[in-house]
RNA sequence: GCCACUUUAGCUCAGCGGUAGAGCGACGCUUUCGUAAAGCGUAGGUCCAGGGUUCAAAUCCCUGAAGUGGCUCCA
């Protein structure tokens, strides 16, 4: 028998003459740990407790709880695999004929993905049973029983079964594990059993798992959702149940107040509650209306910005909400993006004459779609390559023209820039514009403000010289890292996306894509934040810089970004001339701090949960009357608070001065200033601030507003304003 | 777009075949008050829309719209 000896975490060794399992390891160092165990890891590997461990190895003993008290991550996702099996049973026996198809964990939870038989989908209404049988199976506390067939009698196994997905699961996994691939090591599959193999329940699993479903101590089914097989669309749609699980129960309730303190931040709530916007039915989906509060908050955003795009030299430009179709096949959004687009709007006499003409829908489509002959062999020459898709190439004067409601900014702004001639000398030209747009979201996309089809990007273009690049993406990297700073996100990411090395989703010539990748990897650096690098992350044109901030519930949102583009200056033949009196293409940088107005404000809710500071409140300041009697005084205050510009009203209603607060306190104001005749009679207020239970003392008027206004001007994210 | 669920007063929701309900908010009156809701009263509804079943539909069935959670997608 060979002997084996293992490496504790804390380099002590512990000799074994027959190969132990982790349980023996764990029994060998203290009773406590042997039942504490969960799992082992074998050189970095996470693996059943009751495997034997066949080679010296360095081996620790994963338990649910780690030495510092915080639970394991390792322990949670091996608990809540085996958690999805203890669902996909139960579900399996209510529902009979139920096909398993893949149960992976999750940092939150885990799913299962299920074909239900036609006849018996599953509904909300199942939950119950299936929870209730989910605690028999925890309750019974039966072995989690792994065994190990070759291929061949593994795949029988499973094709007898006739479930096509596990089978192609194990196909697979046998793939994966090919000897090509590995080596010596022979392919075979493992199946575990929730109890004993041939009589309990089984399912084709990788593993490991924990030792017994009773170590699982709450499982809770959450919620259905629908999935594709394989991710893919066009294959079989299976329904995705969701569900989460912990050691014990109040850990679980725990995780579901979580949720629930989450869902209360939501913007789509706040924003309803602070009226900061709507969504009308009669409007459109995914259209914003802001309101007059909602108002501000952009307003004063849009001010920030613009402040800083003087202080860098951008102009503001105008440009209207659609433009020529033509200009979208020019710059090639068109084509690419044809699917997500609101479909053209082609002129009434246009339309009228084809009608007469007997022209088809399909036929007007393709004629309204087609690119003339003329503009692709323009594109084609200026970008040396096939652009455009030749199918699509008609004559002149077969095609409709129409116009698009326009799905991003840049063409305008290149049609400016190409308005004059321009010499190296003028560049790098930046122009900046609050430009809406519209694309067409699918339905079930839409999402209060941070999915919608409509909206306001910050949006700027810049046009350079190829040495100005760096130095550009730079500067545009500091306005986003400034925005960010100010409103106090500074939890965030920063992303460099790279073209995708094998697909054909990208346009024009590699060597200018490895500069424009250089000029963005060189930028990032600079930031003096984490960056990574994401192959296929580009845009079609270019490679981009985004920043991806997290919110105070850990989930994350692309914002800003940056974007350097060789491609859209070529299709337009842009050019300028330089100091060798010839004319050269210039670099585009394509760049938004807040990314959209909409979508920013959206995140901000959240990000504050409704309290903003106190440059971006609607309302900063709102004065309270104790009673009638100093009705008049409170009333002067609001003038002398108006007259300095800050926005302000008065609570003059006849309820208690409790109620008035817990009105205000509710709508999230800034300040409170309480005035009775103690304060009318010395000419101070009583201040409240927002988030502190008690009263802040009196101050004199005039102190408060030179105070609120210096925080206001320096747009602080907390409030400074003391008595 | 797909799957599940939801849609009743301005908001949050109850009612689930037999007269349309509550709390908050709004409005009015009383109270004139010192730090997170004073009291009383009044108004407010095409029960998402259309069709069907029924003596009778907010309630059951069908179709559609919108919303929510996911899937897929996001220049």
């Not at 259905?224 to 050691?247: C, I, K, M, P, Q």
């Not at 996100?489 to 090395?501: A, C, H, I, Q």
């Not at 009638?628 to 609570?651: C, F, I, M, P, Q």
């Given at each position: ?9 804390d380099?002590?060794t ?49 338990t ?38 893949y ?53 029988g ?40 193999p ?30 594709f ?23 679980l ?7 629930e ?5 939501d ?31 952009r ?6 910005i ?9 102009h ?28 053209p ?14 022209c ?15 503009l692709?062999?323009?594109i ?22 129409g ?18 001639q321009?010499?190296?000398?003028d ?46 993406v ?38 200018q ?9 060189n930028?990032a650096?600079?930031?003096?934040v ?34 350097v ?21 210039p ?55 108006k ?10 209603g006849?309820?208690r ?24 009679e010395q ?36 409030l400074?304003?003391?008595?």
């Amino acid at each position: 028998m060979p002997s084996v000896t293992i490496t504790l975490p804390d380099g002590k060794t512990l000799p074994f003459d027959n190969p132990p399992s982790g349980f023996d390891v764990a029994s060998k160092i203290g009773p406590r740990l042997a039942k504490d165990a969960l799992a082992v890891k074998v050189d970095g590997e996470v693996r059943d407790l009751h495997a034997p461990i066949t080679h010296d190895a360095k081996v620790s003993i994963i338990t649910y709880k780690m030495r510092d008290g915080t639970v394991d991550p390792d322990a949670l996702l091996l608990l809540r695999h085996s958690a999805a099996h203890i669902m996909a049973e139960a579900i399996g026996n209510i529902v009979k004929g139920a096909q398993l198809v893949y149960g992976p964990p999750l940092p939150t939870g885990f799913y299962y993905d299920i074909k239900f038989p036609d006849d018996r989908p599953l509904s909300t209404n199942d939950f119950a049973n299936i929870e209730a049988e989910m605690k028999r199976i925890v309750a019974e506390d039966r072995k989690f029983t792994r065994y190990e067939c070759d291929a061949a009698a593994g795949m029988g196994k499973l094709k007898s079964e006739g479930n096509k997905y596990k089978v192609d699961n194990a196909e697979r996994a046998i793939a994966a594990s090919s000897p090509s691939a590995l080596g010596t090591q022979t392919s075979a599959l493992s199946f575990y059993a929730t109890g004993e193999p041939g009589k309990n329940w089984e399912d084709l699993c990788r593993g490991p798992h924990v030792p017994s479903t009773g170590r699982v101590g709450a499982i809770k089914v959450l919620s259905l959702a629908s999935s594709f097989w394989h991710g893919d669309e066009n294959s079989d749609r299976l329904t995705r149940v969701y569900g989460t699980a912990f050691a014990t129960q109040q850990e679980l309730d725990e995780y579901l107040k979580q949720r629930e303190e989450a869902s209360a931040r939501d913007h789509r709530v706040i924003g309803a509650k602070l009226k900061l916007f709507h969504i009308d039915e009669a409007v459109g989906q995914g259209l914003i209306l802001w309101t007059p509060a909602g108002g501000v908050v952009r307003d004063q955003l849009q001010k920030f910005i613009s402040e800083e795009l003087v202080k860098q030299g951008y102009h503001q430009v105008f440009t209207p909400h659609i433009g020529r179709l033509e200009l979208y096949k020019t710059s090639g959004h068109f084509p690419y993006y044809k699917e997500s687009q609101f479909a053209p709007i082609i002129e009434r006499d246009a339309l009228a004459e084809l009608s007469a003409q007997g022209c088809g829908c399909a036929e007007m489509m393709h004629r309204v779609e087609g690119v003339s002959a003329r503009l692709a062999s323009t594109i084609n020459e200026r970008t040396k390559k096939q652009t455009i898709t030749p199918d699509r190439v008609l004559s002149d004067d077969k095609l409709i023209e129409g116009f698009m409601l326009k799905p991003m900014n840049c063409p305008h702004h290149i049609k400016i820039f190409a308005s004059q001639q321009h010499s190296y000398r003028d560049l790098p030209v930046r122009l900046a514009e609050f430009g809406t747009v519209y694309r067409w979201e699918q339905s079930g996309e839409l999402n209060g403000m941070t999915r919608v089809r409509g909206f306001t990007q910050d949006d700027a273009h810049l046009f350079c010289t190829p040495e100005q690049v760096a130095q550009e993406v730079q500067g545009c990297l500091s306005l986003v890292k400034i925005v960010l700073s100010t409103l106090n996100m500074n939890n965030y990411r920063v992303r460099v996306g790279l073209r995708d090395p094998d697909a054909k989703k990208f346009t024009g010539d590699p060597a200018q894509w490895d500069l424009a990748e250089a000029a963005c990897r060189n930028a990032a650096k600079t930031l003096g934040v984490q960056f990574s690098e994401e192959p296929g992350e580009a845009a079609f044109y270019g490679p981009k810089i985004d920043f991806v901030v997290k919110d105070v519930i850990g989930r994350e949102w692309q914002l800003g970004t940056v974007q350097v583009d060789y491609q859209l200056p070529l299709r337009f033949g842009l050019s300028y001339i330089g100091a060798d009196n010839k004319p050269h293409t210039p670099v585009m940088i394509h760049r938004a701090p807040f990314g959209s107005m909409e979508r920013f404000c959206g995140v901000l809710i959240e990000h504050f949960a409704g309290a903003f500071p106190t440059w971006l409140s609607p309302e900063q300041v709102r004065v309270l009357p104790i009673s009638e009697k100093t009705n008049e005084y409170a009333h002067s205050v609001l003038t002398a608070l108006k007259n300095a510009g800050v926005r302000a009203t008065v609570d003059d209603g006849n309820d208690r001065v409790q109620g008035k607060i817990k009105a205000a306190a509710e709508m999230k104001i800034p300040y409170m200033l309480i005035v009775g005749p103690r304060d009318a009679e010395q000419g101070n207020v009583s201040l409240r601030v927002r988030g502190v239970e008690k009263d802040a003392g009196a101050m004199k008027l005039e102190t408060f507003v030179e105070s609120i206004k210096r925080e206001i001007a320096e747009r602080r994210a907390d409030l400074s304003v003391k008595p």
